[in-house]
């Protein structure tokens, strides 16, 4: 009798540990993804993006939550990352393949886009202008509410737009492959 009873609290013991340990606290809020650039699907991809997908939750985004004017990680907890596995052209910059950071400066009638060396960075924070290793000015158009913060690529002619989009805000940057 004393040993199942023994057998049975110890069994309940380990069944109270394990239903714990599945409890997931500290889960990330606004969770990452990645997006590829891909001409071929059996070929490698050409440009690869790491960010984070913050919600709208009904608030108002650019010019409240993201202000406008200010740089911006470009998505949410740590900067958002571009891979290019070749060298691409933004505008007549040419970038030479690599990892960088994407920030963005949201602005009413023009966005900043940013490409910059330094890597591994949480937010903007600790944004470095002297790293930068190619900026231009794209202009916002509207579209239909998205939800999640998202990043996508569409083919173009040349190489790639990469479309950045959250609430009824979308701006494309053209990427040419070389």
Do not use: C
Request: net charge neutral.
């Amino acid at each position: 009798m004393k040993t199942s009873f023994a057998f049975a609290f110890l069994l309940s013991l380990i069944t109270f540990n394990f239903t714990n340990a599945q409890h997931f606290a500290n889960i990330q809020k606004s969770p990452t993804d990645i997006t590829y650039a891909v001409s071929d699907r059996n070929a490698r991809p050409d440009i690869k993006v790491i960010y984070s997908r913050p919600q709208k939750k009904g608030r108002t985004i650019f010019g409240e939550l993201v202000p406008y004017d200010k740089v911006w990680r470009t998505g949410a907890d740590e900067a958002t990352e571009i891979k290019f596995f070749k060298d691409v052209t933004l505008k007549g910059t040419t970038i030479k393949a690599g990892t960088y950071t994407l920030f963005t400066i949201p602005g009413q009638k023009t966005w900043s886009i940013i490409i910059n060396s330094d890597t591994d960075v949480w937010g903007a924070y600790s944004y470095d202008q002297t790293k930068d290793i190619a900026r231009i000015e794209v202009t916002p158009t509207t579209a239909e509410s998205l939800e999640a913060f998202s990043i996508a690529f569409e083919k173009a002619t040349t190489g790639y737009h990469m479309v950045l989009g959250w609430d009824t805000t979308r701006v494309s940057v053209p990427f040419e492959i070389q």
